[in-house]
């Protein structure tokens, strides 16, 4: 039995400058000279701040040295999204059995050495890369009477305090073979996976409040596939080895439902 527990606290701070000059009477200096540039653009400063809060924890358990079994979950705290949904739990289970450690498996001694069959299911989440979008988004503008303004991005910046963790569930299945005295290894997996919530940039209707686009959880998506891996040893000598190695995978991909 073995059973691992733990936190992560992780805060990104990104800053990032700019400035852009044309119309140079050389470039000897590259962006070194760009005072000899006969025009400017305003410089450009940027600042964004996010938090992520874990807790996490596994448990492993083994019986007989054939019965294999792990149970792990997981809590993440995002400042990406809205007060309300910033949590999110992701629990995963799966199992393993030592088949070929069987005594009634003992017929198949010389040929099948080794066998295991596995089987698992997870969800896991995703957050986006933008630390506002959820919040809603501001620009700075023109100065009125000699203040600095903010307004807010029409384009992309309507608040949605709903906006939150992009979800994955995954089931796959699988089967670990050796046989001839571990001269040929088989290895052959199926797996779907349900992903919901995935980020998209809906178009509003009607222009009645000026905002023109919203970030949301707007479609998902499907895949499944079926992956064969082969290994044969086909040499084997005290001092050589020739192996041949074979795989194929084979994917299916499926638009489920879009709010677009």
């Known amino acids: 039995l073995n059973v691992m527990v733990g936190s992560s606290l992780l805060y990104e701070e990104n800053k990032t400058s700019s400035m852009t000059a044309r119309d140079f009477i050389s470039d000897v200096y590259g962006y070194n000279n760009l005072d000899s540039g006969a025009q400017w653009d305003k410089p450009n400063t940027g600042r964004s701040k996010s938090t992520l809060l874990s807790g996490f924890g596994r448990i492993n358990y083994v019986l007989m040295d054939k019965y294999l079994f792990t149970v792990t979950g997981r809590a993440d705290g995002s400042s990406k999204f809205g007060k309300n949904v910033r949590w999110g739990s992701f629990p995963s289970f799966?199992?393993?059995?030592?088949?070929?450690?069987?005594?009634?498996?003992?017929?198949?001694?010389?040929?099948?050495?080794y066998c295991k069959l596995r089987a698992s299911w997870g969800k896991?989440?995703?957050q986006f890369d933008q630390p506002y979008i959820a919040l809603g988004?501001?620009?700075?503008?023109?100065?009125?009477?000699?203040?600095?303004t903010v307004t807010p991005d029409f384009g992309l910046g309507l608040i949605n305090q709903g906006l939150t963790w992009e979800?994955?569930?995954?089931?796959?299945?699988?089967?670990?073979?050796?046989?001839?005295?571990?001269?040929?290894?088989?290895?052959?997996?199926?797996?779907?996976?349900?992903?919901?919530?995935?980020l998209y940039l809906i178009v509003l209707p009607g222009n009645y409040s000026g905002y023109i686009q919203q970030w949301q959880n707007a479609y998902c998506i499907s895949n499944q596939g079926v992956e064969l891996d082969i290994k044969w040893n086909v040499l084997r000598r005290e001092n050589f080895n020739w192996n041949l190695e074979f795989n194929i995978a084979r994917n299916w991909n499926r638009l489920e439902k879009s709010q677009d």
């Not at 670990?176 to 992903?195: E, G, I, S």
């Open 167 to 198: 979800k994955t569930d995954q089931y796959d299945f699988g089967i670990d073979m050796d046989l001839f005295n571990h001269r040929l290894a088989v290895t052959l997996d199926y797996y779907y996976r349900y992903t919901d919530k995935l």
């Open 124 to 126: 896991s989440g995703r």
């Open 137 to 148: 988004l501001l620009e700075a503008n023109d100065p009125f009477l000699g203040y600095p």
């Open 94 to 113: 799966a199992a393993g059995w030592t088949i070929s450690d069987e005594k009634f498996m003992d017929w198949s001694c010389g040929v099948l050495d």
